[in-house]
């Protein structure tokens, strides 16, 4: 194709015309296996997490799915077959109060704004998958979601049971965590109470220790991530011991992992929602001041009740320690949770910190039982909470003089003798409360019947379509249960009088299983075909944000391995490989509305075009951290592509020319090759491979204009071309037409020529905390110590390190970073 110089690089019409041309032929679209196909490895599964559409897309989605989208690209161009598709979380409370804050209803609103989504996702030139597309709010997919709700309930992993939640008195409805501030309700500013309810929950606890064991598979996965799981789930061996109410004699387990400091216990703590208090602080002068404790208390986040000035008031009531036999007093305390052991603990103020500041706040003893081998006394302020191993029992009866380890076996098996105790392993994790009252979400597919009690609905009658209500907003019960119609119905058992389940579905739910959905998206006769699903699955890469860490990637580990134990799957983990990107920041706070630093992805690509955006939000930084806006930097991308698109016309005027085997600039661009590839494909970083080909471009402009290299020139175009079209589709697809090719999206990925990549000498960046502060030229191959031992030399890094570094990073022929 002839060109001419005259012609202008005009963003918005180029992407438009290869947006057209992808979706016309439905480029990125993929078909499932034929009946009896084998697993096959050219075939991948890349998925970023759904977006919520509360909204239309911000700078983090825009990362997200760029991120994805180079990946993708050169996923296929290797020669992967690569399963990419998109969806919407589209129930749940941030769809809800979106509608609720523009006052329409929760289900125009919500399709409008994915509509907004996709528009916006086409607009940037993602390579997706449309044919899948899925939206969590239709009744195609809840349909399905309501089915699995079913075979849990069947298997007993679904059940009902009382639970307290946050209450506003004056807006008479449930609140969600978030929706409570310092203890009072957002919206009025009311003080929060808490209530007991009957709700639903799913047994996420049968599975705990599968989920902390079955961990080894995980081998991609951020340690971060895995350690926040780890304690999430909250594995801890202990003992199990039974304290008595004095006087009734009625039973109050602990659980604790110190059963060698049970003689330091001076009082007990009962969590504000423990259900023995009502009974035991009936018709006591304490029970008016204990209840009005519990009703405000309970109500505050975890959060605040764990990190602010302890409190608490006493019951009035004691109990006895089993192993000496002690009266101490009952207090209720409002560090204590339900979610951790059983709601009460022995409280040893001598040894734990918060059982000190409450015991010195209420004038409670403080008895040292545990102490350092040596003899030498522990700090005057504060507990002692050494904790190790070199510490000897005191003040503890006939175990006093045991080490600490020695202490805990034998006051354990001392108490299970008697059958006061026993050994045994607690965790923090809780089961899955999955009920919300509230009305945009998936309803709970069952009914109520006087005479059969809670009975399922039949699959052929799924889905319980979701009814069109007016007034959605929450008033003190499920909005449902105001549709009368739509609640009264009939027992699917007897066939009398029934009344369906009001409470909807908690939206983890949706998205514990929409990456299974994906895969089989059309299929109106199952939730999936097992054989596509276990043939696309488990996804390959995911990634997202890591504030989900523990709880929707902790509840799809769960669903995936029960259904893999129900034998609707053949695999038990959901995601081989997770990765978890930073967020955008601007004037350094995350972009938000409400802070007025929002940069909308409309109004940077109407500037500057939807290939400089995607440039630019990958070339912020590592792809981990978090990142800074800055309008100069899209500025720079820009003008980067403006660049390579002067260059492409020069060269498409000269025409073809013979392309040398070798020479500097064939060199430098096999060496670009090697440094895209490696970095992205190995150390998934997506920064330095644009570094690399700005340093390509402006090597190109410097040997341009000599004809002697004009096949080197060539080449290295070309090169730039392909190794920049996963970040810049549209304007490299344009380019590589200048050149008189076509379909770069299905050219092979370039792979670099060892023998031109070798270098004799190479540059090694020497860092300090991150920062550039010399570079060495050093033979190729130089041994790790060796660099290090450079870099430790040199003037320029010496006056930023003193002493010892705290940890050093080498990585070879390349960089050496030293942190102090």
Not at 510 to 517: A, E, P, Q
Request: aromatic letters at 10%; proline letters at 6%; a negative charge.
């Amino acid at each position: 194709m002839e060109a001419s110089q005259t012609e202008r690089y005009d963003p918005e019409a180029i992407e438009a015309k290869w947006q057209a041309i992808w979706a016309a032929e439905e480029a990125f679209s993929v078909p499932n296996p034929d009946p009896g196909s084998a697993a096959d490895l050219r075939s991948t599964y890349v998925l970023e997490m759904l977006p919520y559409p509360s909204g239309e897309l911000h700078m983090g989605h825009v990362f997200n799915y760029t991120l994805g989208d180079v990946f993708t690209h050169i996923r296929r161009r290797q020669g992967y077959t690569v399963l990419r598709p998109m969806g919407y979380d589209a129930f749940g409370l941030n769809s809800e109060n979106a509608a609720i804050k523009e006052g329409g209803h929760p289900r125009e609103i919500t399709n409008r704004n994915i509509e907004a989504i996709r528009r916006q996702m086409k607009r940037m030139g993602w390579a997706i998958d449309w044919s899948r597309e899925v939206s969590t709010a239709d009744p195609e997919y809840y349909r399905w979601t309501q089915w699995l709700f079913l075979r849990f309930f069947e298997r007993g992993l679904a059940y009902r049971r009382e639970a307290p939640v946050k209450w506003c008195p004056r807006d008479q409805t449930v609140l969600a965590n978030e929706q409570v501030i310092d203890g009072r309700c957002e919206r009025c500013g009311t003080e929060v109470e808490s209530k007991s309810l009957t709700q639903w929950f799913f047994k996420i606890t049968d599975y705990a220790d599968q989920l902390l064991d079955e961990m080894d598979a995980l081998e991609s996965w951020p340690d971060r991530v895995l350690t926040m799981q780890r304690n999430w789930i909250g594995r801890s061996e202990g003992a199990r011991v039974t304290f008595t109410v004095q006087g009734s004699g009625d039973e109050l387990p602990v659980f604790t992992t110190r059963p060698d400091t049970l003689f330091g216990a001076t009082f007990f703590a009962l969590a504000p929602e423990h259900p023995l208090i009502g009974e035991l602080t009936a018709g006591t002068a304490h029970e008016e001041a204990v209840a009005d404790y519990v009703r405000h208390t309970a109500a505050r986040s975890t959060v605040e009740r764990e990190t602010k000035e302890k409190d608490g008031v006493f019951t009035g009531r004691y109990a006895v320690n089993p192993v000496n036999g002690e009266a101490i007093p009952i207090w209720v305390a409002d560090y204590v949770l339900m979610e951790y052991g059983t709601g009460a603990i022995m409280a040893v103020p001598a040894h734990d910190e918060r059982d000190h500041a409450f015991a010195e706040t209420y004038d409670l003893e403080i008895r040292q039982v545990v102490a350092p081998v040596d003899g030498s006394a522990p700090a005057e302020e504060g507990a002692y909470v050494a904790h190790t191993d070199d510490e000897v029992l005191v003040n503890s009866g006939e175990f006093s003089g045991l080490s600490a380890p020695d202490g805990k076996k034998a006051i354990t098996a001392w108490l299970a003798g008697r059958g006061l105790g026993e050994a045994t392993i607690g965790y923090r994790l809780r089961d899955w409360l999955l009920s919300r009252q509230r009305y945009w979400g998936c309803p709970i597919p069952v009914v109520h019947c006087d005479e059969c009690g809670v009975v399922p609905v039949p699959a052929d009658q799924l889905p319980v379509l979701l009814p069109e209500i007016d007034d959605y907003l929450p008033k003190g019960k499920s909005p449902l249960a105001a549709a009368e119609d739509w609640v009264t119905t009939t027992c699917p058992s007897c066939a009398g009088p029934a009344r369906r389940e009001t409470d909807t579905m908690d939206t983890f739910v949706d998205s514990s299983w929409y990456f299974l959905r994906y895969a089989d998206a059309r299929n109106d006769a199952a939730a999936w075909d097992q054989q596509i699903v276990d043939y696309w699955l488990p996804v390959k890469q995911y990634i997202g944000g890591v504030e989900h860490a523990v709880l929707h990637l902790l509840y799809a580990r769960f669903f995936t391995k029960a259904l893999n134990d129900m034998e609707l799957l053949g695999f038990r983990e959901p995601f081989s490989r997770l990765f978890t990107q930073g967020m955008i920041y601007r004037h350094g706070k995350k972009m938000s509305k409400s802070k007025g630093n929002v940069v909308a992805p409309d109004e940077a690509i109407a500037q500057h075009g939807a290939d400089a955006l995607r440039l630019y939000i990958l070339y912020m930084g590592p792809a981990e951290h978090d990142k800074e806006w800055s309008d100069a930097g899209i500025e720079g991308t820009a003008r980067l592509l403006d660049r390579i698109w002067r260059l492409v016309l020069e060269v498409a005027v000269r025409g073809p020319v013979d392309v040398p085997a070798d020479g500097d600039l064939i060199r430098t661009a096999h060496r670009t090759i090697d440094r895209v590839s490696d970095d992205i494909l190995r150390r998934f970083q997506f920064h330095t491979p644009i570094a690399a080909l700005f340093e390509l471009v402006n090597e190109i402009y410097r040997e341009k204009d000599d004809p002697a290299r004009a096949g080197e020139v060539r080449f290295a175009t070309e090169t730039v071309l392909s190794l920049v079209q996963p970040y810049a589709p549209h304007v490299s697809e344009e380019l590589w037409e200048w050149l008189g090719h076509s379909r770069l999206w299905e050219q092979r990925w370039p792979e670099a020529d060892p023998a031109l990549v070798a270098e004799d000498t190479v540059e090694v960046v020497v860092q300090v905390n991150g920062k550039l502060r010399d570079r060495l030229q050093v033979a190729a191959g130089t041994p790790e110590a060796e660099l290090l031992s450079l870099a430790l030399a040199s003037d320029r890094v010496r006056t930023h390190v003193n002493g010892e570094p705290r940890k050093t990073v080498v990585v070879p022929d390349r960089l050496v970073n030293i942190v102090v």
